[in-house]
């Protein structure tokens, strides 16, 4: 069967929750103007969904009856390359990070609030934009392209005000583009690889340059 | 949590707050409906399992750790402590524990359901 593409619309969104109530809670909560949300029980489910459908995002419940969220992580990072945040009961804050360890972009603790939900569903979308500008400057400009991308990302700014920043920072130090956007990427993958331990802080970094 | 969670059936701020930041206007009986397919099929299952002869605990232990979720996203104050009781209980050993408090977990989801319905109006 071929794959439902996604309308351009609409930010399409798979739930899999074995509780049936958190699951009219979580359709409840997002606007359906802006949100199509397709409910799976289980985790066969969920998976046979995903052969068939397009999803822009999938919130995972932490237990399953046949299988743990991890494992649908897992293949929906794998195989489908769909992110995916998680609503878990976990309430000791140890094993409640877990959901980041597995790859997620974010996760709450229920019992949650529709407010909470869209916030959640909000920022996923933000982060996913965010990985998307990254992975556009990487392919289109490489290095260079890449320092802009975490530019336009940390400032919020255009990709002409990056360039222009990059460009204005660089000539009176006689610096090349190169060299500086190498330095922002070799910091950005620190920061990422830390687990995001430490603020990335820009201003700090282009500081430590000269 | 405490034995005061046992005087509330349905913790009404939770609720009114759940229902007052969706997005959709129905949201109050779709949780209704939502909760009762789900707890009656749950007490099933748990029936079943306990009429089988008390075995499979890890499965009734999930039925009741669902139960207990449910009961969470809703506000049933009173239904969370009960299962979460039976849940924590290391004294009576897991199905005894659950065999006691079956009468009340009964009358409480009567009690909830109806709650909740007269909150849909």
């Known amino acids: 069967m071929t794959k439902q593409n996604k309308s351009p619309d609409i930010y399409r969104i798979l739930v899999v929750d074995d509780d049936l109530v958190q699951c009219v809670l979580i359709k409840c909560s997002l606007d359906p103007d802006t949100y199509s949300v397709t409910i799976a029980n289980d985790k066969q489910q969920a998976l046979t969904l995903c052969e068939r459908q397009y999803f822009d995002l999938a919130i995972l419940d932490y237990e399953l009856p046949d299988g743990s969220g991890a494992e649908i992580a897992n293949a929906l990072s794998k195989s489908y390359n769909i992110p995916f945040v998680f609503i878990t009961m976990i309430d000791d804050s ?3 990070r877990r959901p980041i360890e597995l790859g997620a972009l974010s996760y709450l603790i229920k019992p949650v609030t529709p407010k ?19 992975q556009k400057a990487v392919d289109v400009h490489g290095t260079i392209g890449l320092a802009l991308g975490i530019i336009m990302n940390n400032a919020r700014i255009s990709k002409n005000d990056g360039l222009m920043h990059l460009r204005e ?7 090349s583009m190169r060299y500086v956007a190498d330095r922002i990427v070799a910091a950005y993958d620190d920061y990422i690889k830390e687990k995001h331990k430490k603020p990335f802080d820009l201003a700090k970094i282009l500081q430590s340059l000269g | 949590m405490s034995e005061h969670e046992m005087e509330i059936v349905l913790d009404e701020t939770h609720f ?51 139960l207990r979720g449910s009961a969470e996203v809703i506000g049933a104050r009173r239904l969370s402590y009960i299962t979460r009781s039976v849940l924590e209980n290391d004294q009576d050993g897991f199905y005894s524990a659950l065999r006691s408090a079956l009468p009340s977990l009964h009358e409480t989801i009567e009690d909830t359901l109806m709650e909740i319905r007269k909150k849909a109006g």
């Open chain 1, 116 to 134: 909470q939900l869209v916030i959640l569903v909000e920022n996923a979308f933000a982060e996913i934009e965010h990985r998307n500008n990254l």
């Open chain 1, 169 to 175: 920072y660089c000539q009176p130090r006689n610096l």
């Open chain 1, 94 to 96: 140890k094993r409640a």
């Open chain 2, 16 to 66: 009114r707050r759940i229902i007052s930041e969706s997005s959709s206007e129905d949201t109050a009986n779709q949780l209704a409906d939502a909760f009762s397919t789900q707890v009656t099929q749950i007490v099933d299952e748990l029936n079943g399992l306990l009429n089988s002869g008390g075995t499979a605990e890890q499965t009734a232990r999930g039925l009741l750790h669902r």
